[in-house]
């Protein structure tokens, strides 16, 4: 690569032609137009169960922490121009459309028509699916896109420098609003920060980074403060979700405090899934755990906290191991990935997507239901697109082009917010990943137009210093093994160790046998009700779903591949109902689902021993294998940046 004439930092460098005002007319169009066809096809947004809860406290002005107190109050100033969710749905659109508009005309100013290319961005697999959502994760999304088009504007060589001040404010204060968004971004926020404050030079720009990563929890908390909040702890819902894995995992309750027997024993047989902490949340069927934690003075306090890290400390192969199963899930089967469902309602709030469906409302639920948008549009997908933009910036050796920067910058802040779930996530939820999906197709896209612009070089402006002597050997090193580890941990990182448990309902009599569910204690309730693979023997399917025995009908038998735990089973009672023999290795019950009134009864069938003289968790080959991935992969990726292109 020739030797880099350019200052420093970008600061002076060859005149940028001017830009054609007729250019910015295709671009503001394309983003009005999809701003409009969101809006028409999901109004007034759809709600789920948090964002029904949120719209309530904006209403009532109720406030708590549980859910985020900044969105609330946002929402409640909302409230008084956009009714409903309406409000919510505008302002994530106009950040989304309006930051990807500021993008494409930047990359229109080097690469050319190309740049339009930026506002199909939302239109990639997985990422039209939350656009008419009314849900935190998506408002984190444009807030971030919305920060890194204002940084961008920061880098741009035909920025004033007073104009560069106030993009630079509006990039660091939408920053600040990602992390009063959801806390958990902040690890996502520090290339952001990095790229936003780059012409600071390197030193004062880590000490401005630093400085604001310290100053957003501190935000926080004189919010709360400010308004006289009670703190809800919601932190403990990990240290919850960890210690039931652990207790599963080592066959003994590890949650501090007093248990009886009883309570011990439901908390390692029927409480942990890797699906989501939610079972033993107030509104999940092991609620009785959060109750008494609660009663106990336990939740938010120091016992917990400290039986959390001994747990963790004493047994790493076990924390490992629920990280990963959650995380695998998360990647390859996460839950809620379309959230069309109705919505909740109340006196208060009364609101969902009206039917019949117009036009532009069935088309987009279409795409947003295909198979190819289901297939291609999960974390996985965006954690592939993510690696392998990273490998192809590296290895054309475009990070210190405008371009290549901006790339690098929202390629690495996707990859550490995915990689960030790892640790922290307590539910497979593929909302968790949505800006990862943004800042995959986003940085790929601006791969090949840095390319392009890089062959034009009346269009390039000033260049921000070339890759190897912008970044020191350690970062680059960083740069390299971040999305190899990303790659490792999505493709690498396997399931616990199940058994198959076969199920034998046989009715006895004449009278009707009804089953409401049937599967593993621990599955959340809003999962199937029937696991597993079921032969009917004649029993009929009812909507419900609902299994009722039919004059003639066999033996009812279901396979069901499960964790170590109890298996549940709902059966209807009634003044019809009949008598079953319940069969499961062993274990032989008769239930009479004969009752006076209608009612509902549940039956556990307790583990098996199968499982109880082996680990319950991982090997030590699987983190082995996920690290030897990582050398490998970061090895590799290192080798090829190294290489001069022509």
Known sequence: ?????????????????????AALVPAIALAVLGFAFVLRASYPGYLYEDSFQQLTQAITGELDDWHPTFITLLWSCLLRVFPGPVGFLVLDNLLIWGGLALIALGVMRRAGAWGLLVLAVPLAPGLFNFLGHIHKDTLVAAWMLAAFACAFKVNQAETGPRARLVWQVLANLLALAVFLSRSNAIFGLVPLLLYANLRFGWRRNLLAALAMLCLMPAVQTLQSRAL?????????????????????????????????EHDARTIVEGCYSPVQWDTVSRWGHCAGLYRELRRQELWGGGEMTRAWLGALASNPLGAWSAMAATFKLSMHDPNSLTMLYPPPKSELVNW??????????????????SEFNLLYGKPWAFAAVLAGGSALLLVLRLGGTPLGALALAVQASGTIYLLSYFPINVSAEYRYFYWSGFAAYLGLLLVPLAWLARRRPEGQGAELPPLPQALSVPLRLVLCMLPALMLALVFGAGRLPTETRVVRLTPQGDGVVAVTRLGTASTPRWMERHEGEIETGGWHWQEGPLLRTVPGAGVLVARIDTLHHAIRLHFLTGPDGGSVQIQDGPFSRLVDTHAAKPGEIAVDLPPHGKLADRPRHASWHEPARVLLWTLLLGGLLLRLGRKRTP
């Not at 020739?2 to 600061?11: I, L, Q, R, S, V």
């Not at 969902?352 to 239901?369: C, G, H, M, N």
């Open 1 to 21: 690569m020739p030797e880099d004439k350019t200052p420093a930092h970008g600061c002076a460098g060859p005149e940028t032609p001017a830009f054609p005002a």
């Open 352 to 369: 969902e997507v009206a039917e019949p469906f117009r036009r532009s409302t069935q088309l987009a639920r279409d795409y947003i239901q």
């Open 228 to 260: 006289g909040i009670e703190p809800q702890h919601h932190g403990d819902s990990l240290k919850t979700f960890h210690l039931l894995a652990l207790s599963y995992f080592e066959n003994r309750n590890l949650f501090p405090g007093t248990w009886i």
